[in-house]
Nanobody, 124 residues
């Protein structure tokens, strides 16, 4: 069993930055691919970014490329999402997810564990 706890959300002005963190329990964290997803009101949960088990491969949805960076520290069982140049359309609840595979997937249904989510609000 893996438990994920997100933190770092909040209110920021457009153009600002936030850094989300996701702390994971469990000794097998380092062998899992991790992903960040988001869900805005009335919309489906969407993939934002993913990172392979060893951190060497990352993948982003087009709308955040060049602005968001996903990283992980396996020694700390933590994955991060650095979000720069935030836009109002980035506002959503952001979820951290883990899948018991080493490679990234963009489909939420392929992830086995989820955090409770952290709210990101971007004012224009």
């Amino acid at each position: 069993q893996v438990q994920l706890v997100e933190s770092g959300g909040g209110l920021v002005q457009a153009g600002g930055s936030l850094r989300l963190s996701c702390a994971a329990s469990g000794r097998t964290f380092s062998s899992y691919a991790m992903g960040w997803f988001r869900q805005a009101p009335g919309k489906e949960r969407e993939f934002v970014a993913g990172i392979k088990w060893n951190g060497r491969t990352t993948y982003y949805t087009d709308s955040v490329k060049g602005r968001f960076t996903i990283s992980r520290d396996n020694a700390k069982n933590t994955v991060y999402l650095q979000m720069n140049r935030l836009k109002p359309e980035d506002a959503a609840v952001y979820y951290c997810a883990a899948r018991t595979e080493m490679v990234i997937h963009t489909n939420a249904g392929r992830y086995d564990y989820w955090g409770q989510g952290t709210q990101v609000t971007v004012s224009s």
